[in-house]
Nanobody, 115 residues
């Protein structure tokens, strides 16, 4: 059974940086899409960034040029480097993996951007 373990959230000042990691354990088909989503109270979960096993990426307009998603296929791990963080980036960030027969979410990690 595939499980996702997230790490790297926390409190950071505006303009600061954080790096989120999401490691997938278990048997994973070699073609997949992994992504980071975020959610704030009362709002729908939204896509932040996604990457395929082949390295194609997709970003929300609000994070382009500030966030970078990358992956390490050998480790089944995806990273989200977040720079120039803004208070509006505050949310619970969720990792997700989609592949054949699998659509799994991580437990979420809180990111708070505040002075």
């Amino acid at each position: 059974q595939v499980q996702l373990v997230e790490s790297g959230g926390g409190l950071v000042q505006p303009g600061g940086s954080l790096r989120l990691s999401c490691a997938a354990s278990g048997s994973i088909f070699r073609f997949y899409t992994m992504g980071w989503y975020r959610q704030t109270p009362g709002k729908q979960r939204e896509l932040v960034a996604a990457i395929t096993s082949g390295g194609s990426t997709n970003y929300a307009d609000s994070v382009k040029a500030r966030f970078t998603i990358s992956n390490d296929n050998a480790k089944n791990t995806v990273y989200l480097q977040m720079n120039s963080l803004k208070p509006e980036d505050t949310a619970v960030y969720y990792c997700n993996i989609k592949t054949i027969g699998i659509n799994i979410w991580g437990q979420g990690t809180q990111v708070t951007v505040s002075s």
